[in-house]
């Protein structure tokens, strides 16, 4: 077995095991494998292994492994921050955006998503550790944000999805994801309908599936520690 095949294994077992915990079933977290940084050939060794879905954070790194890999049938997630000037190319290209946290960033998305393809899966970013140097929506601009976006052509808003500080305490892991669940809860309230939950990378996905994660994105725990950005 190749190392990322064993790696992709005890990720998964991470999941079930923490599915099990909150008594969860594990077809209810989705795993993202994030090969941003890693050349193509790690994707098709995770592909071969069972993999479908992949996360890239960069617009054209994305979309040459993507060319490179096309053989394979695989669902690619643009994960990372969005400027208007790359949006074509990710509207082109990728199945889903986690990262939407301007309304002008998904206007575009929606206006350059190609006809024949289904419609772009989109969540919206959300800022629930409060910095202001952080990407994302204040949790106080979602619902607007959120309403807007369902209301485009060529988009499918599924849910919402954070990257919170790194903590090593599981209880402080939790109190972001908590407070987005919480979110999506009065999102849902409100009319919406949100069903994903993006939240939890490689040192946090049990805290995150604790609090109601259905898609983890792990990059490190499955490829190793990338070397460069
Ligand atoms: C890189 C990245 C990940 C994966 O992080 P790991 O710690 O390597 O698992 C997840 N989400 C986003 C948005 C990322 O940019």
Same mark, same amino acid.
């Given at each position: 077995m190749s190392a990322i095949a064993a790696n992709l294994q005890a990720v998964l077992a991470r999941i079930a095991d923490a599915c099990a915990l909150s008594g969860r079933s594990p077809e209810s977290v989705r795993l993202l494998a994030v090969s941003k940084t890693w050349p193509a050939d790690c994707v098709l060794a995770a592909a071969a292994a069972g993999q479908r879905a992949f996360g890239e954070s960069y617009v054209q790194e994305g979309v040459a492994k993507l060319a490179a890999t096309s053989g394979d049938d695989l669902e690619w997630h643009f994960i990372g921050p969005l400027q208007s000037n790359k949006t074509r190319a990710v509207a082109e290209h990728f199945a889903w955006v986690h990262g939407i946290d301007r309304l002008k960033i998904a206007e575009r998305l929606a206006a350059q998503r190609p006809a024949h393809l289904p419609p772009l899966q989109v969540c919206v970013q959300v800022?629930? =550790?409060?910095?202001? =140097?952080?990407s994302g929506c204040r949790p106080d601009e979602a619902a607007a944000l959120c309403h807007a976006v369902a209301a485009l052509p060529r988009l499918r808003l599924r849910g919402l999805m954070t990257i919170p500080e790194p903590s090593d305490d599981v209880a402080a892991q939790r109190a972001p994801f908590c407070r987005l669940r919480e979110l999506a809860e009065q999102l849902r309230a409100a009319g919406l309908t949100l069903d994903t939950l993006s939240m939890g990378m490689s040192h946090d996905l049990e805290a995150a599936v604790a609090e109601g994660a259905t898609i983890v994105r792990i990059g490190t725990a499955i490829f190793g520690e990338r070397h460069t950005l």
């Open positions: 800022n629930v =550790s409060g910095e202001a =140097s952080k």
